[in-house]
């Protein structure tokens, strides 16, 4: 199983950033999927989840209205488009693969900075 982030960067508040997740080495589309952060110096923080076949998805409070999750399954690929970024959004973004209650695969993350 493998999970590769991207899109990530630099981006003035109110800016836009969509990121995505590759995925290989498993059916993508028996999983959901989830997004993750972490901000520097700070714990691990849930933002996203999106059911296998993309018609569940469900959002943290602090990025619901902002963000949105979606997926490709002909194209084993995960994003999540975020939208009138915020300070607070800077943290390094993970994608992460759901099995029963666990994530049991993540990626390395890519690292998104929201700075003027």
């Known amino acids: 199983v493998q999970l590769a982030e991207s899109g990530g960067g630099l981006v003035q508040p109110g800016g836009s950033l969509r990121l995505s997740c590759a995925a290989s080495?498993?059916?993508?589309?028996?999983?959901?999927m989830s997004w993750v952060r972490q901000a520097p110096g700070k714990g691990l923080e849930w933002v996203s989840y999106?059911?296998?076949?993309?018609?569940?998805?469900d959002y943290a409070d602090s990025v619901k209205g902002r963000f949105t999750i979606s997926r490709d399954n002909a194209k084993n690929t995960l994003y999540l488009q975020m939208n009138s970024l915020k300070p607070e959004d800077t943290a390094v973004y993970y994608c992460?693969?759901?099995?029963?209650?666990?994530?049991?695969?993540w990626g390395k993350g890519t690292l998104v900075t929201v700075s003027s």
């Open positions: 080495g498993f059916t993508f589309s028996n999983n959901a």
């Open positions: 992460a693969r759901k099995y029963y209650y666990l994530l049991d695969y």
């Open positions: 999106i059911s296998n076949e993309g018609g569940s998805t």
